[in-house]
């Protein structure tokens, strides 16, 4: 299994790029999960089903499951913020790449998404674990890098990019979970 990570800050095109990303690898065959990081209080559950019901009841875990559909929605007594390598962990096994988006200090190699109209600083000065920038307009890049730009626009050449650079990105599962 391959990871690669999506950092940036909010507005720069992240879920756009993952969204447009895993049509262009299903396209090459490849099996694709992705692990986002979301805000606090976020739900995928809703009042009235079942489910919900057991949540407010009180359970730890519900997990739902159909022919063709699981999910997992698991309560913290205390808040807890998962490392993404334990989410990771949670993944089907037999997945080929794993999109990460958010978890911008994790130690994942990662594609920064960065945009000049945001007016936000870029990262991969500072951070080791950047592997390449996707970006709209690479002549506004504000620090000069010896990382591949990747043009944000084009998807295709992103998936291309990461299929090519694949071994960079094979997980190895006992480097980060003891």
């Known amino acids: 299994m391959k990871v690669v990570g999506f950092a940036g800050y909010s507005g720069s095109g992240k879920t756009m790029l993952v969204e447009r990303l895993i049509p262009a690898l299903r396209l090459r065959g ?4 992705v692990v986002k990081h979301a805000h606090h209080r976020f739900d995928i559950d809703h009042p009235g089903k079942d489910s919900h019901r057991h949540r407010e009841a009180g359970a730890f875990e519900v997990v739902i499951a159909s022919s063709r559909r699981l999910a997992l ?3 913290f007594e205390q808040a807890h913020e998962p490392k993404v390598h334990e989410l990771i962990a949670e993944l089907y096994e037999g997945v080929d790449w794993v999109l990460v988006e958010g ?3 994790s130690d994942l190699l990662k594609v920064e998404v960065w945009r000049a109209a945001n007016g936000k600083p870029v990262r991969y000065p500072d951070d080791d674990f950047i592997a390449a920038v996707a970006t709209d307009d690479a002549g506004q890049l504000p620090v000069p890098t010896g990382l591949d730009v990747l043009d944000l626009n084009a998807p295709d050449a992103v998936a291309e990019w990461l299929v090519t650079h694949g071994e960079r990105f094979e997980y190895k599962p006992e480097m980060y979970i003891a």
């Open 30 to 33: 490849l099996r694709v999960s």
């Open 73 to 75: 929605m698991r309560e």
């Open 103 to 105: 978890f911008k200090s």
